[in-house]
């Protein structure tokens, strides 16, 4: 959560900055954020049925938000 609220924050300020290479950082973290995702949803497999889904969701609303910030950060480079 703590990489996706940091894109969150950067996305927006790349944004209202107009700042192409905090952009550019943003779109960057894409990658670490869809390992990390990866990483835990394979570990929730090993949680009880019910926590995993629980857990499953969290980790794939906070991959969707890292998505929304990899757009928010392509508008300054492609307006």
């Keep these: 959560s703590n990489l996706v609220d940091k ?24 990658n670490n954020m869809r390992s990390i995702a990866e990483q835990l949803n394979v570990k929730a497999l090993e949680l009880a049925p019910k926590i995993a889904f629980y857990a499953s969701s969290i980790i794939t609303s906070l991959r969707i938000i890292g998505e929304m910030c990899v757009d928010i950060a392509d508008l300054v480079i492609r307006p």
């Design 7 to 30: 894109m969150h924050a950067d996305a927006f300020t790349a944004l209202m900055k107009a700042d192409y290479a905090l952009s550019t950082k943003v779109i960057s973290l894409s």
